[in-house]
């Protein structure tokens, strides 16, 4: 069965410093891996995905996220992080078993200090 | 507003009393899906529809639940004599079949609270 470990519950960073969000995936097949942020309040936003080539997909407000397959990751990165980037983040795989079925981690809160 | 609503946004009710939800997805998007998320992990797939099929329903989808998509647009998820334990966002999503590699699009959600 797909499934998507985001081994850390939280994760602090300094504004201006590089961040780092952790997703590991086990999958059956090829993965289609993506990561989604949920701000209080608000829906699910979608940031960027990998369905195939470059291991470095560049999504929604300058985040980024390599793809690594021997080690079965797809870390989600950001350069110089923003407060504003404070939120939930999830990773998700595709379920090939269904036609559509999205496998959610268990999310990543993000905390970006001043 | 051209995304996904979803109606109530809150809703607050006894145990025991039904309760029922709508979903407008975009309105191009032919597959509509239900999520519910509990505090502090992801959303877990509930059911499923393309145009007005409901094409997959998960074991979470108890008899008590019930999801219709009657003209392929907007959905409703019901939940009948609710139970404490059916306090989560309810979550809807919607994409276009023939580009869907997964990338769905979120409403905002409806939270439950039963008491």
């Known amino acids: 069965a797909q499934s998507v470990a985001q081994p850390e519950d939280q994760v602090n960073v300094a504004e201006g410093n590089p961040l780092t969000v952790k997703c590991t995936y086990s999958?059956?097949?090829?993965?289609?891996l993506f990561w989604y942020v949920q701000y209080p309040n608000r829906g699910l936003q979608f940031l960027l995905k990998?369905?195939?080539?470059?291991?470095l997909v560049k999504g929604s407000y300058g985040f980024e996220a390599e793809f690594n397959k021997s080690q079965t990751s797809f870390h989600l990165k950001k350069p110089s992080a923003l407060v504003s980037d404070s939120a939930l983040y999830f990773c998700?795989?595709?379920?090939?078993?269904?036609?559509?079925?999205?496998?959610f981690g268990s999310g990543t809160r993000l905390s970006i200090r001043p | 507003d051209t995304g996904v609503s979803q109606d109530p946004r809150h809703k607050i009710t006894k145990r025991g009393q039904n309760v029922t939800f709508r979903c407008d997805p975009i309105?191009?998007?032919?597959?509509l899906y239900w999520y519910r998320q509990t505090l502090g992990q992801g959303p877990e797939f509930l059911t499923y529809?393309?145009?007005?099929?409901?094409?997959?329903k998960s074991r979470l989808l108890s008899d008590r639940f019930s999801a219709e998509r009657p003209k392929g647009s907007f959905s409703t998820l019901e939940i009948q004599r609710t139970e404490q334990g059916d306090s989560a966002m309810y979550l809807c999503?919607?994409?276009?079949?023939?580009?869907?590699?997964?990338?769905?699009?979120f409403g905002p959600g409806t939270r439950l609270t039963v008491l």
């Open positions: 529809f393309q145009n007005e099929a409901q094409l997959e």
């Open positions: 998700a795989v595709r379920d090939y078993s269904s036609a559509s079925k999205i496998i």
């Open positions: 309105s191009e998007h032919n597959r």
């Open positions: 999958v059956s097949g090829n993965p289609y």
């Open positions: 990998y369905i195939t080539g470059d291991n």
């Open positions: 999503a919607s994409s276009l079949a023939d580009r869907d590699r997964g990338e769905q699009f």
